[in-house]
């Protein structure tokens, strides 16, 4: 079974600063997406990343695709307290709709 | 395009009896999958229902089941209800048919079991 590890659980930052969370895997992802939640909605779809090394970008959002396909990173430019939520990291299957998730990083950006 | 809905919203019942939960996919969307949300176990996948048959299912006792609709909305029911059950509850919904597998949430139904 594929384990996801997020790291850190927890951040809590000042506005306008800069983070970075991470989120890696036991074995090879065969595509990993990115959500954040926020408190009493449903995760909401930030990215997905499929090709080793791959980078996207989100406006202040730089996801990275680890080159052997095994971890991956969130950087967050210039925190703003609506980037405040839980952000989880999930890998799907080649079998149906079925994701995995990691326990995810809880961030907190204070004004 | 209107969302993934889910009701109801919140449920309260105590041990022992059953529940049923609602969610209308995406319009188009034939997939729809459930999650379970814990604080101690986070995200974790129940059954996905695809053109009204089950084809996948998580590490979920039989007293978790659910069924799809011809019009792909889709139940789950939990029956014998125990404290443990009391979660978010959410649905996720996908066109199917793209191999990167992006689903859309509904905002969930908390459950919560005296």
């Known amino acids: 079974t594929q384990l996801l590890e997020q790291s850190p659980q927890f951040l809590s930052i000042q506005e306008g600063e800069n983070l970075t969370v991470y989120c890696n895997s036991s074995s090879v992802f065969s595509s990993l997406q990115w959500y954040r939640q926020e408190p009493g909605e449903g995760p909401v779809l930030l990215v997905t990343?499929?090709?080793?090394?791959e980078v996207k970008k989100l406006k202040r959002l730089t996801f990275q695709f680890g080159d052997a396909r095994k971890d991956s990173s969130l950087h967050i430019t210039a925190a703003q307290p609506g980037d405040t939520g839980l952000y989880l990291c999930a890998e799907g299957s080649n079998a149906g709709n079925m994701l995995t998730f990691g326990g995810g990083t809880r961030l907190m950006v204070k004004p | 395009k209107a969302g993934v809905t889910q009701t109801p919203r919140y449920l309260i019942k105590t041990r022992g009896q059953q529940v049923t939960l609602s969610c209308s996919p995406i319009s188009g969307h034939r997939s729809v999958s459930w999650y379970q949300q814990t604080p101690g176990q986070g995200l974790q996948f129940l059954f996905e229902?695809?053109?009204?048959?089950?084809?996948n299912k998580g590490n979920f006792p039989g007293r978790f089941s659910g069924r799809q609709f011809s019009n792909s909305r889709s139940e789950m029911n939990v029956s014998t209800l125990e404290l443990g059950d009391s979660a978010l509850y959410l649905c996720a919904s996908s066109l199917d048919g793209d191999s990167y597998n992006e689903q859309f949430f509904g905002p969930g139904t908390r459950l919560t079991v005296l």
């Open positions: 229902y695809f053109s009204e048959t089950q084809r």
């Open positions: 990343v499929v090709t080793g090394g």
